[in-house]
């Protein structure tokens, strides 16, 4: 198997539709498999799945557990060479995926890569990011409009290495996967992302930020209401768990 293609789900039943429709390019192919992780939806997603798409595979969770939980259960199903983590509310499109597929074969030394992404407006979003310290976190939280890049538009136009790409969009080397072990499910909801580059990068594998391949990502930004709702103190959590773990504040 070439490729194994994960996504979860919560409740979106829709964006996911979408989001496997922007991929049947690959869904037609026999070297590569799609997994869908149910988690907990109460929207009819897993008999939407079983309907529409009887060739995918789909795992149910009776609730959501986190990201990192849900991801490991499919990972731990794929067989594939190389694994591609995108959130259900991206659209990618066949140039990209061969791109990234190319890239991924081109550089040997690469263990995780992530493309440009953009959002429904066609806005540039923040998909390489610094280790979410302390000071990125008020940065982030004080930044009114928009997003903030803290990287600089100007770098986000060429190829480079960041301190992690964030899960939306991770497209993996199996070996760098072994090597690194499973998501951290201690973790919640973020920043799984960040801890899986940092062990990524540990066993010796760099990261990439591809900018000539665009994928569209529809949601990503946390507002100041959901940091204070239920996800966002399990965010909270999950950062707490991170400086404890690397025990590094900033």
């Known amino acids: 198997m070439l490729l194994s293609v994960i996504l979860i789900t919560g409740n979106g039943r829709k964006l996911l539709s979408n989001c496997l429709k922007s991929m049947s390019f690959l869904l037609q192919r026999e070297d590569v498999e799609v997994i869908v992780v149910d988690n907990g939806s109460e929207d009819g997603t897993i008999h939407f799945l079983h309907d529409k798409y009887p060739d995918i595979t789909a795992i149910s969770l009776d609730k959501n557990r986190g990201v990192a939980y849900a991801r490991n259960r499919a990972l731990e199903r794929a067989n594939g060479e190389y694994l591609w983590i995108l959130d259900n509310d991206t659209e990618l499109s066949e140039p990209v995926a061969r791109g990234m597929m190319q890239f991924m074969k081109d550089n040997p030394g690469v263990g995780l890569a992530g493309c440009r992404l953009v959002d429904a407006d066609g806005l540039l979003q923040e998909s390489c990011k610094r280790y979410p310290g302390l000071g990125e976190k008020v940065k982030n939280i004080l930044h009114r409009r928009g997003y903030r890049y803290a990287y600089g538009l100007e770098k986000m136009k060429k190829r480079f290495e960041p301190e992690y790409l964030i899960g939306a969009c991770q497209l993996i080397r199996r070996d760098a996967y072994e090597a690194a072990g499973p998501l951290d499910e201690k973790i919640f909801y973020g920043p799984e992302d960040a801890d899986f580059c940092l062990r990524v990068k540990k066993a010796g594998f760099s990261l990439a930020y591809v ?31 991170l400086y404890f773990k690397y025990k590094r504040l900033f």
């Open 211 to 241: 900018p000539e391949f665009t994928v569209l990502h529809h949601c990503q930004r946390m507002s100041r209401s959901r940091i204070l709702s239920l996800i966002g103190l399990k965010h909270i959590e999950g950062l707490v768990h």
